[in-house]
């Protein structure tokens, strides 16, 4: 019996337009409990499996991970399965079910596990699932965090606790099935370092389904425990995002378990490693106040002594191999002297990703954020002086965005160029199932809105200027996959990170490590490359 896990993050109708060279951890933990169980399985990309009925038809039970705006994805990947073969069992999670009602009407999936999937998926797995059955809805009420259909309306069972660290440890995602991807080797492979986010502040805005904060400071002066609890009733965190409400506060992996992973990832051929967390610097922060939650964003600082064991033995790993590792999300209200030093003797050139949303303090403190953007602006200077690579966030279309918001936001920009940011990453707000905002209406796009065209611009002509600083200039990249349309060429990555490359004449050259010269921008996110002459 097989049991197909489809990738369907980032894939919105179907097909993965950016990002194509991130591998997601999710879908490798699911499979982690199908192998812990014995049961034969495989990873697809959505797009692979819509475009292979043969794939579809050779599953057994279909398992599905994707985000909230992949909806569509799954609704075509369901109709694809079941108006064919009805009997298949097909389980939905990942942040697209924390909405489980729309999840289940919209789409022809069977039942939606809500929040972290492991446990949940054993239960199901052990009332028939792994019989290739769909369970039966007296079966199903016992399960805590999942939600089905039952006589015409969408039954969602009580909230299943989080898995305390220790327990987490138990569940090991799968190495193995990392090779399903067609161009692993080439690709960001996310390995899970913490989940969970410690900003347990409130967003201040009063919302459109009547809640108001009060102005008690409970979740930025009480106690940890006491920061889980609104009186008011607000979920916890920025107001845009929904990690706290369906993973809680952070629980870090053991570094053995890690290391584990990372080896066995490698060995198999993988060159990149993302290390995956909504803050890395919250790793092993939840050991220093145990028994107590971590649910606050700036105290106590981040556990330098589990971060620096946890890297030195990644590069010692990752530079016997040749392979390279690599950090994401950092908070920074968290990225202090000591972490930027150590995060760059360690992993020397990494992106380090920062958080900012908007430019202007006042917006920035009623949406929840746990740091401020004068914060953000010296969180990039102090990585670009230790030689790492600052990313930064922005949003527009936010609650709340106005004329001033905007241009607080834009001057920002101006100075997160001028400290050495390589690259702005701006997303259109979208309400998100179980965050604060859930019912506000979503960002207008910016083709259609003024003040967001103002953010969007900006930040296209910082990326753009610094595209433009790459040209002539070599670097190391992997040859991923050949372009779509002109099969002559191919898209490459940087070996240690930044833009999509298209090299000219490099579909001959697939899963190499080449050195290329850059010969002008196509956009802000793509520039291209010729081979270099040794």
């Known amino acids: 019996?097989?049991?197909?896990?489809?990738?369907?993050?980032?894939?919105?109708?179907?097909?993965?337009?950016?990002?194509?060279?991130?591998?997601?951890?999710?879908?490798?933990?699911?499979?982690?409990?199908?192998?812990?169980?014995?049961?034969?399985?495989?990873?697809?990309?959505?797009?692979?499996?819509?475009?292979?009925?043969?794939?579809?038809?050779?599953?057994?039970?279909?398992?599905?991970?994707?985000?909230?705006?992949?909806?569509?994805?799954?609704?075509?990947?369901?109709?694809?399965?079941?108006?064919?073969?009805?009997?298949?069992?097909?389980?939905?999670?990942?942040?697209?079910?924390?909405?489980?009602?729309?999840?289940?009407?919209?789409?022809?999936?069977?039942?939606?596990?809500?929040?972290?999937?492991?446990?949940?998926?054993?239960?199901?797995?052990?009332?028939?699932?792994?019989?290739?059955?769909?369970?039966?809805?007296?079966?199903?009420?016992?399960?805590?965090?999942?939600?089905?259909?039952?006589?015409?309306?969408?039954?969602?069972?009580?909230?299943?606790?989080?898995?305390?660290?220790?327990?987490?440890?138990?569940?090991?995602?799968?190495?193995?099935?990392?090779?399903?991807?067609?161009?692993?080797?080439?690709?960001?492979?996310?390995?899970?370092?913490?989940?969970?986010?410690?900003?347990?502040?409130?967003?201040?805005?009063?919302?459109?389904?009547g809640l108001k904060c009060t102005g008690c400071n409970r979740c930025s002066s009480g106690s940890l425990a006491e920061r889980l609890s609104c009186p008011a009733g607000i979920r916890p965190g920025c107001g845009y995002c929904s990690v706290p409400s369906l993973y809680g506060p952070p629980r870090s992996r053991s570094i053995e378990l890690i290391l584990s992973e990372v080896r066995e990832l490698i060995a198999l051929g993988v060159r990149r490693v993302v290390l995956s967390a909504p803050d890395f610097l919250d790793y092993m922060r939840d050991v220093l106040v145990e028994p107590e939650p971590l649910t606050d964003p700036r105290s106590p600082e981040p556990n330098y002594t589990a971060i620096e064991e946890l890297l030195a033995r990644l590069r010692d790993v990752a530079e016997e191999a040749g392979a390279c590792i690599m950090l994401e999300n950092v908070k920074p209200s968290l990225f202090t002297e000591r972490a930027a030093r150590l995060i760059a003797e360690y992993l020397p050139g990494t992106p380090v990703h920062i958080g900012c949303e908007t430019g202007d303090p006042a917006h920035s403190r009623a949406l929840g954020r746990p740091s401020t953007p004068a914060e953000a602006l010296e969180a990039a200077r102090r990585a670009a002086r230790y030689g790492l690579k600052p990313y930064v966030y922005f949003i527009h279309g936010l609650p709340a965005q106005t004329q001033e918001t905007v241009e607080k936001t834009v001057e920002l920009m101006e100075k997160l160029s001028e400290a050495g940011v390589e690259k702005v990453t701006v997303y259109r707000f979208k309400p998100l199932p179980m965050s604060a905002f859930e019912h506000e209406p979503p960002g207008r796009p910016a083709s259609r809105d003024l003040l967001s065209r103002r953010i969007v611009e900006a930040a296209k002509q910082l990326n753009t200027r610094r595209k433009l600083e790459l040209v002539g200039k070599r670097m190391r990249v992997i040859v991923a996959e050949p372009h779509p349309r002109d099969r002559r060429h191919a898209y490459a990555y940087p070996v240690k990170g930044g833009p999509a490359v298209l090299l000219v004449n490099g579909a001959s050259m697939i899963a190499s490590v080449v050195e290329v010269e850059v010969t002008r921008v196509l956009s802000d996110r793509l520039v291209e490359a010729e081979l270099a002459e040794s």
């Not at 896990?5 to 879908?27: E, F, K, N, Q, T």
């Open 1 to 209: 019996m097989l049991t197909l896990v489809v990738d369907a993050l980032a894939s919105g109708r179907g097909w993965r337009a950016s990002a194509r060279d991130a591998i997601g951890a999710g879908p490798r933990a699911i499979a982690g409990v199908l192998e812990k169980h014995g049961l034969e399985c495989r990873i697809a990309r959505a797009e692979d499996a819509l475009r292979s009925r043969e794939l579809l038809a050779s599953a057994d039970v279909v398992l599905a991970s994707a985000m909230t705006m992949d909806i569509e994805a799954l609704r075509r990947l369901s109709y694809a399965v079941k108006l064919k073969r009805p009997e298949v069992p097909m389980v939905a999670g990942g942040p697209a079910a924390s909405d489980p009602a729309a999840l289940l009407s919209r789409t022809l999936f069977d039942i939606a596990v809500i929040g972290e999937g492991e446990k949940a998926l054993e239960e199901l797995l052990s009332i028939g699932l792994s019989d290739g059955s769909i369970p039966d809805p007296d079966d199903l009420k016992s399960v805590r965090g999942v939600a089905y259909r039952w006589r015409g309306r969408v039954v969602v069972t009580e909230q299943r606790p989080l898995m305390p660290r220790r327990e987490l440890d138990l569940y090991k995602p799968s190495t193995e099935r990392v090779t399903d991807y067609p161009h692993y080797f080439a690709a960001r492979v996310y390995v899970e370092v913490v989940r969970g986010c410690s900003n347990f502040n409130r967003t201040t805005l009063k919302l459109r389904s």
